[in-house]
Every structure is written in structure tokens, then in C-alpha cells.
């Protein structure tokens, strides 16, 4: 028996994912931080999704590549709703996303030079997300929680781009 889902194909699912992102950046925007984590946690759900739906079927380098440009125009929207609330020291937003797409970059920059993507470091796009839903959720009993969630995304993310460069670099030698 399969699954009901393995009809739907996987780029529906990748669109649906970055329109969950949208709806997540949107409400973070406007200090809505429950339904804007409810999204968020929808964005990275569809992610995992159609990844599992198109290895199920016939995945292809043209789902990959749309995958993964929705997957940081997802982030992008997100962290720029974070970084224009008022409510949000926007540096730290800026700091977190410019450390998470460099987490990103490192993993694509690896599979150019060596046809194999790195997905490893101490944190991933999964992760960001539960830290990132922990501290959207927690804002309502701890206002500054969002703000330490960020932080806490920005050092992350730099030592998971040490980890990655270092892992990277050592394979090319």
C-alpha cells in the first residue's frame, strides 16, 4: 500500500513549502509569533516532504535546485519579518541570517567541488527551525526568548561553517 501523498507531486510540495514560509515571515512581521511558529513548523514539515515524496519517485536535479532556492527565499522571508519587527533587535536577525545562508552555502559550495552536499555541523536547517519555533512560542511567557533564540542561531550557525569548511577543505586535500 502507499501512501496517499506519493500522488502529489514534489515541487507542489516545495511551492506549498515556501508559501508556509511566507506566512511565517508575514506573522513574524506583525508580532504574531504562535501561528507565524505554527508556519514555520508547516515550512520545515513540507520541506522534509517533498524531499522524502520526490525520493520516491524520480527526483531530478531541476526539484533539487527548486528546493533548495525555495528553501532560502523561505529563510530570507522569515528572518526579514523577525529583523523588521519592532519588537526584535534587527542586528541579531541580520547577524542569524547571514550566518544561516552561509551554513547554506557551505553545504552547496561542497557539493560543487566534490559532487557530494554537506549537510553536517552542529546545526542544521531542522534544528534552526526548532530553536527558532522554541523561541517564537516561548515570547508569550519570556519576551526576550525570540532575541536568545537568535542569538543562539548565530553562534550555531558560525561554528557549523568552521565545521564545514574544515570538513570540506580536508576532503580537497
Do not use: W
Not at 523577525?82 to 557551505?106: F, K
Request: no cysteine; glycine share 8%.
Amino acid at each position: 500500500m502507499t501512501p496517499f501523498i506519493i500522488d502529489v507531486h514534489p515541487d507542489r510540495i516545495t511551492i506549498a513549502s515556501l508559501l508556509a514560509g511566507i506566512f511565517s515571515g508575514y506573522l513574524f512581521f506583525k508580532g504574531n509569533f504562535i501561528p507565524a511558529a505554527i508556519f514555520l513548523g508547516l515550512n520545515g514539515f513540507l520541506d522534509v516532504l517533498d524531499g522524502e515524496v520526490a525520493k520516491n519517485g524520480i527526483p531530478s536535479k531541476k526539484g533539487d535546485f527548486l528546493d533548495h532556492t525555495f528553501d532560502r527565499v523561505a529563510d530570507i522571508i522569515i528572518f526579514m519579518g523577525i529583523a523588521y519587527n519592532p519588537m526584535i533587535n534587527s542586528d541579531i536577525a541580520y547577524i542569524a541570517l547571514v550566518t544561516l545562508l552561509l551554513v547554506s552555502y557551505m553545504g552547496t559550495q561542497a557539493q560543487a567541488l566534490t559532487e557530494k552536499r554537506m549537510y553536517g555541523g552542529v546545526l542544521g536547517r531542522a534544528g534552526r527551525h526548532v530553536i527558532l519555533f522554541v523561541g517564537a512560542i516561548s515570547t508569550y511567557v519570556f519576551s526576550a526568548s525570540l532575541t536568545y533564540a537568535l542569538y543562539m542561531i548565530a553562534i550555531l550557525s558560525v561554528i557549523t561553517v568552521i565545521q564545514r569548511f574544515k570538513a570540506t577543505y580536508e576532503v580537497l586535500e
